[in-house]
């Protein structure tokens, strides 16, 4: 059984940082691809930012530039550093990851820009 814990949500002012973390533990192996989707009510799930097993990163257009997506391979942890936040970023992000053998969701954190 695989279980994905995610950290590091909250309030935060417009031009604010916030880093979160998904640490996965269980039966794993290695992590392959994981991602970063946010969702608000209403909505559907978007991704946010991906990165693969070698590294590679893929960014939503609406955070390229402000959001980085890294990975500890060690420690099966998963991190979305954002930055210069915004309102519109206010959601529930999710983390994603795909063992090979199965595919795991987080259970979510809450992030809201405001002032």
């Known amino acids: 059984q695989v279980k994905l814990v995610e950290s590091g949500g909250g309030l935060v002012q417009p031009g604010g940082s916030l880093r979160l973390s998904c640490a996965a533990s269980?039966?794993?192996?290695?992590?392959?691809?994981a991602g970063w989707y946010r969702q608000v009510p209403g909505k559907a799930r978007d991704l946010v930012a991906g990165?693969?097993?070698?590294?590679?990163?893929n960014y939503a257009d609406s955070v390229k530039g402000r959001f980085t997506i890294s990975r500890d391979n060690a420690k099966n942890t998963v991190y979305l550093q954002m930055n210069s936040l915004k309102p519109e970023d206010t959601a529930v992000y999710h983390c994603?990851?795909?063992?090979?053998?199965?595919?795991?969701w987080g259970q979510g954190t809450q992030v809201t820009v405001s002032s």
């Open positions: 994603n990851i795909d063992l090979g053998y199965g595919n795991y």
């Open positions: 990165i693969s097993d070698t590294g590679s990163t």
């Open positions: 269980g039966s794993i192996f290695r992590l392959k691809t």
